[in-house]
């Protein structure tokens, strides 16, 4: 599995600051970074914070330890960095979002590619910084017009029968699951 190492870790935070210094600035006032943790503990490879920290200071950064669904909770629009978990919750928990990531970071599998070709083709997926600020600045203050419309809503409905499971049953499903691991 390909994750980001080294210098890539360093390109996706510079694409970020590229990124807000093209956001108006009504939104660049509301933008924050919500840092890796891992079991409540922030982990910050590359020195991440410092580097967010010397350029915007602590108020741009959310708080270690605030767990991820208050974080989405209270947001407007989540811009999610990597296609994994966090994606998902993002997905279900019906907060606008766009994932922003340089693909030859992350390896996805074949089924992962199409469904990143339509959030691509619909303005969900991003992988230049200066195009994803540009629909930023159209949809905003406005973010649930777009958000709620009829092509977004079955993009969004897609998505989440691909990558979530949100069967009612569910529990039982992975009841059955178990019971037949050998």
């Known amino acids: 599995e390909r994750n980001p190492y080294g210098r890539e870790n360093i390109d996706q935070i510079d694409n970020c600051f590229k990124l807000i210094k093209n956001l108006n600035p009504d939104l660049q006032n509301v933008t924050k970074?919500?840092?890796n943790s891992y079991q409540g503990v922030e982990r910050d490879n590359w020195f991440i914070k410092?580097?967010?920290?010397?350029k915007y200071g602590n108020s741009k950064i959310i708080k270690a330890g605030t767990h991820i669904r208050k974080t989405i909770n209270e947001s407007k629009f989540?811009?999610?960095?990597?296609?994994?978990?966090?994606?998902?919750?993002?997905?279900?928990?019906?907060?606008?979002?766009?994932l922003f990531y340089n693909p030859s970071h992350w390896d996805v599998s074949d089924e992962c590619e199409e469904m990143i070709l339509l959030m691509k083709k619909n303005h969900i997926y991003f992988e230049d910084p200066k195009q994803l600020s540009d629909h930023l600045n159209k949809i905003w203050p406005t973010v649930n017009e777009w958000w709620n419309s009829k092509a977004i809503l079955e993009v969004r409905n897609y998505l989440k029968d691909k990558m979530a499971n949100l069967d009612k049953n569910w529990k039982n499903e992975w009841v059955n699951f178990l019971k037949n691991v050998n």
């Open 50 to 54: 410092r580097i967010i920290k010397e």
């Open 33 to 35: 970074f919500k840092l």
């Open 78 to 98: 989540i811009i999610n960095l990597y296609p994994q978990t966090c994606l998902s919750e993002t997905l279900i928990s019906n907060i606008p979002f766009a």
